[in-house]
């Protein structure tokens, strides 16, 4: 009998694979949507560069789009994982029995894998940019460094209010930063910084931020 289920189940995933291969479609970009044309890494890197080459406006440009890349590939993710979640969980076992329970949960997992990578590929994502190299990436964008490099890129292009902004951001990752600390300080002592104008740029909609200096460190945190 565990033989059999055993079976069954090597030939659900075989066929689900198949069914993957057959069904894959060749992969476009919406026409208002260019900005997916890129890959994350490789926009991330040309930001790093321009920074390198003190090409402001360039860095601007290709960091902004590095984290609006970055945010849709994860809300694009939540969705597919949500998505296929629920169509697993109320799909009927086809080749085991429901009474099963444990083969049940193994042909709903392995359901719920293919549906993932389906919907990755409609969504198209990048499946690329989540693996080897570009784990060190995402790795720099979940700390925030991003902000670190917008920061001083704002400033020398004359936009003091975002380069504070961006400070700040990086800053609610990251308080002991020291350099960062001193930029945050040298930035809101400047003539026309608006400090109530501060705002945390990774905030959530259901986020109110305001500036709170931490006592002791200088850094702002974030209510």
Known sequence: ?????????????????????????????????AV????????YTQGKQAYAKEQWTSCIEHMENTLQLFKRHRAQLVHCRSKCHQEASNQTPMLVSPNDHQLSFYEKTIRDTLCLVKCQR????????AVAAARSVHTEILDRKPYDYLQLCYYKVGDLQSAISSAYTFLLQNPDHVVMKSNFRFYTSREGAQLQHIRNL??????????????????????
Not at 36 to 43: D, G, I, K, P, Y
């Open 36 to 43: 997916r044309e890129e890959s994350l890494v490789n926009t």
């Open 122 to 129: 409609k969504e198209k994502l990048d499946t690329r940019d």
């Open 202 to 223: 990774e905030a959530q909609p259901y986020q109110v931020s305001r500036m709170v200096p931490r006592s002791g460190t200088g850094a702002p945190t974030c209510l």
């Open 1 to 33: 009998m565990a033989k059999r289920g055993f079976r069954t189940l090597v030939i659900l995933l075989s066929v689900g694979f198949v069914i993957l291969k057959t069904d894959e479609e060749p992969l476009t970009v919406q026409a208002d949507d």
